[in-house]
């Protein structure tokens, strides 16, 4: 295998603490070029934190981080991002185009303005994602489905290599999750590389090739093939692993009762 | 037309410019979560002031100015340390900042006036409260150059500033200096609130940078707007005030200034066309009638169905307890009036009209809940009970399935087949 790219992202002897806490401890990963990668773990278990730590948002205790083989580089080659929804004030004075076209600020560099070639590309990102039709729309004004789809808008407007996804499935409707998936595979299509931390067990191996089972230290990191088994997943859950397959059964077996119409509640919503 | 007198003009060109800057630069501050940090600020300028005056002994705007400057400064760095790594709430280290270095100021203005009551209590009072009467043409025009500077650095930063404000995890990402970035803005805050400190003084300072643009806010929903306004509302409320003080001597300028101010941030509140109360108290009064309206002709068709060859009672309505008598008798006539139902011999009749939006609305209430029944990974933010079509909310496919198995289970309401999806 001499000759083969450089991983996309490389971890080394990563350890993040809060005073002393630890949140990671001594990750030592490499993400294959090209791929649709999940992150996959319990609440609490560092998977955000790693996110951040491979953006350079959070200082590591120790380690380091290599993108294509080289030092962490920001703007023009660095990473796209689609942090969590509850991240941001949906409140703030912005209309969608407006966020999309923060994904095209890095190339444009200091004091100049986007113009109609970072338009056109922030409005082919929303066209990505199913929302042109919304481009004027206040973002406060929006659904949760169609927010994480703005936040993916403006990741695609970055036009990265590699790109890194905190949730972007938690509490997406039917529809943007499809979408969303949809672009996933149209990014893998183009050879980038998308590290995706996700939180449903049952997708993981339907959306990605290669997962990363997190819990404070890496538990096991390779092809779905060979990594997704229960034992691995045993590892990484512990006992809640057992809850989760009684919640699955229980919910298999229940049944949903009738329903009649009701008079719609009263006004107070 | 007042007639403006040259001390007048002067001090309406310095408060003017400083309404001007205030507001494009408090929209940031407001944007950035600084409003609070920014009354600490003003109230940290106090002992500066007073060092100042006590090292120099000149009453001399620059020298004075200085000497805010500096310790407003520390106090911010002051709240930036304590409040680093979640050491301290920031909430509880603005306050802590800001009074203690106000209580030094008011002690250090005491010690001032025992010790030289004269050359020192006009001075020093001012600035507590503001006093701009005897602005000199110079300084008037320092506040005006500084003014437009401020507006040339918005302009030139707006960019940066908007994803710096919205998301500054994102702005890191991308490779901005977000510290140098936030530096800057902090600097441009610090300034002009030291520039309003001479007008409004120490204690009200904050207010200029503050209402204004939360006035603005109310009105426009996008970045550059909001910092167009909010610099006009600045303007205008220093004009009003200033104009006001000119009119009656005894009434303070800068209270005035930021009196004009709140008078437009209540106008803005009560009558703003979108997020103002009466708008909203407006359009909650209507959502609330048409859901009472559609509720009546949703249990009449209920009653029908339950029971298609009987006409539905007042008696039958009344039993389900969801109006009182006379509120029933309301809806109903209201009803009537609208040609959805008549008084038949037997009962309440629905006519064409009415049963078809009957139907309606009965099959959308049937397919929301079929479909927080039958999806568990949903968009809550679509559903809309008040909506009677449901075709543009939800994708054309998952209605038919949500019709389907309420047809399975005998609950599509008849009439309804026709309507659009």
Same mark, same amino acid.
């Given at each position: 295998m001499s000759g083969a790219p450089p991983p996309a992202i490389e971890v080394h002897d990563l350890t993040v603490s809060y005073h002393a806490k630890p949140v990671l401890w001594d990750i030592d990963v490499e993400i294959p070029a090209g791929q649709l990668v999940g992150v996959v773990g319990p609440n609490g278990a560092g998977k955000s934190t790693l996110l951040r730590a491979i953006l350079g948002l959070v200082r590591p205790a120790s380690g380091w981080v290599r993108i294509d083989g080289e030092p962490r580089r920001r703007g023009r080659h660095g990473c796209g991002y689609v942090p969590q929804r509850e991240s941001v004030d949906w409140d703030f004075p912005v209309d969608v185009l407006d966020v999309v076209l923060m994904g095209t600020y890095g190339n444009l560099g200091w004091f100049r303005r986007p113009g109609r070639r970072e338009r056109e590309r922030a409005m082919h990102a929303l066209e990505q994602v199913g929302m042109q039709d919304l481009a004027r729309r206040q973002i406060a004004?929006?659904?949760?489905?169609?927010?994480?789809?703005?936040? @993916?808008?403006?990741? @695609?407007?970055?036009?990265?290599?590699?790109?890194?996804?905190?949730?972007?499935?938690?509490?997406?409707?039917?529809?943007?999750?499809?979408?969303?998936?949809?672009?996933?595979?149209?990014?893998?299509?183009?050879?980038?590389?998308?590290?995706?931390?996700?939180?449903?067990?049952?997708?993981?191996?339907?959306?990605?090739?290669h997962v990363l089972l997190l819990n404070l230290r890496l538990?096991?990191?390779?092809?779905?093939?060979?990594?997704?088994?229960?034992?691995?997943?045993?590892?990484?859950?512990?006992?809640?692993?057992?809850l989760l397959d009684e919640a699955a059964e229980a919910v298999r077996r229940g049944s949903v009762d009738t329903t009649a119409w009701r008079p719609p509640p009263d006004g107070a919503s | 037309m007042i007639p403006v007198e040259y001390n007048t003009a002067v001090v309406l060109l310095g408060t003017a410019a400083l309404g001007l800057a205030a507001g494009s630069t408090g929209s940031l501050a407001l944007l950035r979560g600084r409003a609070l940090?920014?009354?600490? &600020?003003?109230?940290?300028?106090?002992?500066?002031?007073?060092?100042?005056?006590?090292?120099?002994?000149?009453?001399?705007?620059?020298?004075?100015?200085?000497?805010?400057?500096?310790?407003g400064a520390l106090g911010v760095v002051l709240v930036a340390a304590l409040s680093r790594r979640g050491r301290i709430k920031e909430d509880a280290a603005i306050g802590a900042v800001l009074a203690c270095f106000f209580g030094a100021g008011i002690a250090l203005s005491g010690?001032?006036?025992?010790?030289?009551?004269?050359?020192?209590?006009?001075?020093?009072?001012?600035?507590l409260l503001g006093q701009p009467a005897g602005m000199l043409l110079s300084e008037a025009l320092t506040i005006a150059g500084v003014a437009v500077a401020t507006l040339?650095?918005?302009?030139?930063?707006?960019?940066?500033?908007?994803?710096?404000?919205?998301? +500054?995890?994102?702005?890191?990402?991308?490779?901005?200096?977000?510290?140098l970035l936030d530096l800057l803005l902090m600097l441009l805050i610090t300034t002009t609130v030291v520039l309003a400190l001479p007008a409004v003084g120490v204690v009200l300072a904050a207010a200029i940078l503050i209402i204004p643009?939360?006035?603005?806010?109310?009105?426009?929903?996008? &970045?550059? +707007?909001?910092l167009i306004l909010a610099s006009s509302f600045g303007v205008l409320a220093s004009v009003t005030g200033t104009l006001l003080s000119a009119r009656f001597p005894a009434l303070p300028t800068g209270p005035l200034i930021v009196l004009a101010a709140g008078c437009?941030?209540?106008?803005?509140?009560?009558?703003?066309p979108r997020r103002g109360i009466v708008a909203r108290a407006t359009a909650e009064r209507r959502r609330r009638r048409e859901r009472e309206r559609r509720r009546l002709l949703g249990t009449i068709f209920t009653e029908q169905e339950a029971a298609p060859e009987s006409p539905v009672s007042e008696g039958a309505l009344a039993r389900r307890r969801v109006w009182g008598p006379g509120r029933l008798r309301a809806h109903l006539e209201d009803a009537r009036r609208r040609g959805w139902i008549r008084w038949g +011999?037997?009962?309440?009749?629905?006519?064409?009209?009415?049963?078809?939006?009957?139907?309606?609305?009965?099959?959308?209430?049937?397919?929301?809940?079929?479909?927080l029944l039958s999806q568990a990974q949903i968009d809550r933010d679509l559903i809309d009970l008040d909506a009677e079509e449901i075709g543009h909310l939800l994708p054309p496919h998952l209605v038919a399935e949500l019709e389907r198995s309420l047809a399975d289970r005998g609950l599509l309401p008849l009439g309804s087949e026709g309507s659009p999806a």
């Open positions: 004004e929006l659904s949760g489905g169609q927010q994480q789809r703005v936040f @993916l808008a403006r990741a @695609l407007a970055q036009d990265a290599p590699v790109y890194l996804m905190d949730e972007p499935f938690s509490g997406v409707d039917a529809a943007t999750e499809a979408a969303i998936f949809e672009v996933l595979r149209t990014l893998r299509a183009a050879g980038r590389t998308v590290v995706v931390v996700h939180h449903d067990l049952q997708t993981v191996e339907e959306y990605f090739d538990v096991a990191a390779g092809p779905i093939r060979d990594t997704f088994t229960r034992e691995n997943l045993l590892a990484t859950y512990g006992g809640r692993l057992t | 940090l920014s009354d600490a &600020l003003a109230h940290a300028t106090l002992p500066g002031i007073c060092l100042a005056f006590l090292l120099t002994g000149s009453r001399s705007h620059p020298a004075l100015l200085l000497g805010a400057l500096a310790t010690a001032i006036q025992r010790r030289s009551p004269d050359a020192a209590q006009a001075g020093l009072d001012g600035f040339l650095l918005v302009a030139l930063l707006a960019k940066e500033w908007k994803l710096v404000c919205f998301d +500054p995890d994102f702005a890191a990402i991308e490779g901005w200096p977000v510290r643009a939360t006035a603005a806010r109310l009105w426009v929903d996008r &970045l550059v +707007p909001m437009l941030f209540l106008i803005s509140l009560l009558v703003s +011999p037997r009962g309440i009749e629905l006519t064409d009209a009415g049963r078809q939006r009957a139907a309606r609305i009965v099959r959308a209430s049937r397919i929301w809940e079929q479909y």
